[in-house]
């Protein structure tokens, strides 16, 4: 994502091709339409899910990022996470995606 383009805008764009590829969403937390960051739930519907946190490369480039350290982790420990950060950040946006292969679907339209 361009840092010139509000976050609001750019989660549209992503959401409306989760709409036209028929994959269910969920936002959890709305944040701050202008510069919030996106933690991103996939979860996997068998317990486990993956957390992604947006972030920043040395280019200054948006990536994602395991925001456990781990590629997967229990959903109560990522929910726990997730409570966690809204407390700490309310600029965040929280999406949970729906897929059991775990797919970073922001990654194919970025």
Same mark, same amino acid.
């Given at each position: 994502m361009s840092s010139s383009i509000p976050v609001h $805008?750019? $989660? /549209? @764009?992503? #959401? =409306?091709?989760l709409n036209a590829r028929g994959i269910f969403y969920y936002i959890q937390q709305r944040g701050e339409q202008n510069t919030g960051t996106v933690l991103l739930k996939l979860n996997g519907l068998s317990g486990e899910?993956? #957390?992604l946190a947006q972030q920043r490369d040395l280019d =200054?480039? #948006?990536g994602w990022v395991n925001a456990l350290r781990k590629e997967l982790v229990? %959903?109560? %420990? @990522?929910d726990s996470y997730i409570a966690r950060s809204i407390?700490? /950040?309310p600029d965040l946006w929280v999406i949970? $995606? %729906? /897929?059991s292969e775990m797919n970073n679907p922001f990654e194919l339209f970025s």
């Open positions: $805008i750019w $989660i /549209d @764009a992503q #959401l =409306g091709m899910c993956k #957390l =200054g480039n #948006l229990k %959903e109560m %420990e @990522a407390s700490n /950040d949970e $995606i %729906e /897929d």
